[in-house]
């Protein structure tokens, strides 16, 4: 059984920086994506990042491109969000979530991914 666990959320100020945490465990990871999402009150989920794991090639939302950094330790299996010049409206629930049957391909669509974490809480004040 694959578990995803997430930290590192918490409250900030707009400009400071936060890093979030995933770390996967359960089987053995080698082909596959994974990715963070984010669910702002009364907002739908929405795609932030994604990493392919062999390559480590990135794609980001608009909103968070030149904030926000993934990237992923193979040693740990654990992917990383570095958000950087915080805004109120990065404020959500922060998922990350893991696709094994992609082939790579980072998809926004949350319905495309196998397993999620439980989700870590980032507050931005303004």
């Known amino acids: 059984q694959v578990q995803l666990v997430e930290s590192g959320g918490g409250l900030v100020q707009a400009g400071d920086s936060l890093r979030l945490s995933c770390a996967a465990s359960?089987?053995?990871?080698?082909?596959?994506?994974m990715a963070w999402f984010r669910q702002a009150p009364g907002k739908e989920r929405e795609f932030v990042a994604g990493?392919?794991?062999?390559?480590?090639?990135?794609y980001y939302t608009d909103s968070v491109k030149g904030r926000f950094t993934i990237s992923r330790d193979n040693a740990k299996n654990t992917v990383y969000l570095q958000m950087n010049t915080l805004k109120p409206e990065d404020t959500a629930v922060y998922y990350c979530?893991?696709?094994?049957?992609?082939?790579?391909?980072?998809?926004?669509?949350?319905?495309?991914?196998?397993?999620w974490g439980q989700g870590t809480q980032v507050t931005v004040s303004s």
């Open positions: 979530a893991l696709d094994l049957d992609g082939y790579g391909t980072i998809f926004v669509e949350g319905t495309q991914y196998d397993y």
């Open positions: 990493i392919r794991w062999g390559a480590g090639s990135a």
């Open positions: 359960g089987r053995t990871f080698s082909s596959y994506v």
